[in-house]
């Protein structure tokens, strides 16, 4: 066995088994423990996903967002145990795998376009009032 399939053993225990997958240009919302003092909480951070990077244990993934005037970009470890759940709000529709252009825009711009899944219905059917 070589060194790298030794660190892959111990790696894999702790790893994460029910990882959502989500790609670039998705919007999702992290759900993060956060301590504080004695009491634990659940914080909600949501953004657009601009890049993804690392495998394994070490893999990353950066969220964007724009709320209330100021931009915001976090980094997450995919695998960290503070983070308690990952749920894809809205698919995106991109040609690259780096969202960085981003960072600099805001209004109709920064928009990424949504990703419509076959079978799920078109967006008017879905959102139209009864």
Do not use: C, W
Not at 25 to 47: H, N, P, S, W, Y
């Amino acid at each position: 066995m070589s060194r790298s399939k030794y660190i892959e053993e111990v790696e894999a225990e702790y790893m994460k088994k029910d990882v959502v997958p989500f790609n670039v240009g998705d919007t999702i919302r992290v759900k993060t423990r956060v301590i504080e003092g004695e009491k634990e909480r659940l914080q909600a951070f949501e953004g657009t996903v601009i890049a993804k990077r690392g495998t394994g244990l070490s893999e990353t993934f950066a969220i964007y967002r724009s709320a209330y005037g100021s931009k915001m970009e976090r980094v997450f470890l995919l695998h960290s145990p503070r983070i308690s759940n990952i749920e894809v709000i809205r698919p995106g529709k991109v040609r690259r795998a780096k969202l960085s252009y981003l960072r600099g825009r805001s209004g109709k711009s920064a928009k990424v376009r949504e990703l419509y899944v076959a079978g799920a219905g078109t967006p008017a059917e879905t959102h139209t009032a009864e």
